[in-house]
């Protein structure tokens, strides 16, 4: 080691989720290096500079082929059956106070692009 290993940064790595066992080795690093130099300060943070937006006909195209995409992608789904659960809140005071007011099940059947609903309870 170079620098002293002060206290406010083993605190800073114990409150970031260093262990007990971590915390105690950092804590004799800090005493074992009490007598070295105080550490440098810290390099300021890069400022990121983000890139330009796409040209105006890049964000055409890309919005066409998201467009593409999104009026398609169920035409590659296989056809399926499965249970869909819906458990419902509400609340009665405005207040963030949410409670259960019921739990609704339905068959859900997927089959040559078509979805078709059936209720169970």
């Known amino acids: ?3 002293r290993l002060d206290e406010r940064t083993v ?3 114990q409150a970031e989720g260093a262990g007990p066992q971590t915390v105690g080795a950092l804590k004799e690093l800090a005493a ?4 070295l130099a ?3 300060l ?3 943070k890069p400022v990121y500079v983000t890139s330009p937006p796409p040209s105006s006909e890049d964000q055409a195209r890309i919005i066409d082929a998201t467009r ?3 009026m398609n992608h ?4 296989p056809n399926y059956i499965c249970a869909q659960v819906t458990r419902r809140f509400y609340d009665p005071t405005g207040n963030e106070e949410w409670r259960p007011a019921d739990i609704i099940m339905a068959r859900l059947t997927y089959f040559e692009q078509e979805e078709d609903y059936k209720l169970i309870t």
């Open 1 to 3: 080691m170079s620098e």
């Open 74 to 77: 169920s035409h590659s789904w």
């Open 32 to 35: 074992r290096s009490a007598k």
């Open 11 to 13: 605190e800073e790595l």
């Open 42 to 44: 810290e390099a300021q």
């Open 38 to 40: 105080a550490p440098r």
């Open 68 to 70: 593409g995409y999104a």
